[in-house]
């Protein structure tokens, strides 16, 4: 979900699911809130162990937020069952760990198990980071996310890392099926090293950036064409409203996750003979910021 200068070759892959794409009549005005940040929530994994007030290790989906279901140790058709023994926290770092062994959830048999972790409490507009580090090779599948109470989806990182110099972003509104998305291609290897990751959502725009760059840039309206909006000032006329912009007061939570890909899964596949499994994405740090009040 970013434009680049520098470390990133743009291009690719760019889609709108225009439904019932409606317009508005807006005043000449500067769309981009000047406003700073104030940190609301962080999480340094400097402990020897998870901090269960902020997360859980498995999708909390089931009627009770446990993971009582096939589904919350799944996630589907991906080829891994989410284990607690896979979240490891040490050395200032949190490992979600990869390994090929045969575990069954429920009914659900699997040859590999993964780490993830799933914020307990949802945040609203604002500034979401991530520093982490990407595993290498066919059949990882890994994604820095947030899923919202009202079903809005927002896609900051997900990668095949069979293809380390490329990541896919993306929002969508599953309630009516509208979706926005992009790929992009990166001159380094996503792999090499810790990088940050960062979507800014506020009132008009949401902002993706990797490495303090922008990426990509998606605008709650668009022009008569149905591009997005990139400048702040915009002159007084009728503009078309973005159809996969998150809803009036959507709260957001957090999902880190190590998936192992299978036939049918999209970015990658499974796992090649000669990808290294055990293998890891390493979290640095997290932390959301909202606006300060003016």
């Known amino acids: 979900m970013k434009h680049i200068s520098i470390l990133f070759l743009f291009t690719v892959l ?5 439904h019932g794409q409606r317009d508005t009549i807006l005043p000449m005005m500067n769309l981009c809130d000047k406003g700073g940040w104030r940190l609301v929530f962080s999480d340094e994994f400097n402990g020897r162990s998870l901090d269960r007030s902020k997360w859980v290790t498995w999708y909390p989906y089931s009627n009770d937020g446990s993971d009582n279901c096939d589904f919350c140790r799944t996630h589907g058709n ?13 050395g200032g770092t949190l490992k979600l760990i990869a390994r090929r062994e045969k575990a069954t959830w429920f009914d659900a048999g699997r040859d590999f198990t993964s780490g993830m972790i799933h914020s307990k409490e949802a945040f609203g507009q604002g500034r979401y980071e991530i520093r982490c580090k990407l595993p290498k090779g066919m059949g990882f599948w890994t994604a820095f996310w947030m899923f919202g109470e009202k079903a809005t989806e927002i896609d900051v990182l997900e990668a095949g890392m069979q293809k380390p110099r490329q990541m896919h972003m993306g929002i969508k509104t ?3 099926g509208n979706s926005f998305d992009k790929s992009i291609r990166s001159r ?3 792999s090499e090293g810790f990088h940050n990751y960062t979507m800014e959502w506020d009132e008009n725009f949401i902002r993706i950036e990797v490495d303090s760059l ?3 840039r998606i605008s709650r309206f668009l022009d008569k064409r149905g591009k997005t909006l990139r400048k702040c000032e915009i002159k007084a006329g009728k503009y078309l409203l973005q159809p996969a912009w998150p809803p009036e007061g959507e709260k957001l939570k957090i999902i880190v996750n190590l998936a192992i890909g299978t036939e049918t899964t999209p970015f990658t596949k499974s796992p090649a003979e000669k990808t290294v499994i055990p293998n890891q994405m390493e979290i640095d740090w997290i932390r959301v910021y909202e606006k300060r009040e003016k």
């Open 14 to 18: 760019t889609s709108a699911a225009a």
């Open 78 to 90: 991906e080829g891994q069952v989410y284990s607690d023994a896979n979240v490891e926290p040490g």
């Open 174 to 176: 599953w309630t009516i």
């Open 188 to 190: 380094s290897d996503l």
């Open 214 to 216: 922008e990426v990509w």
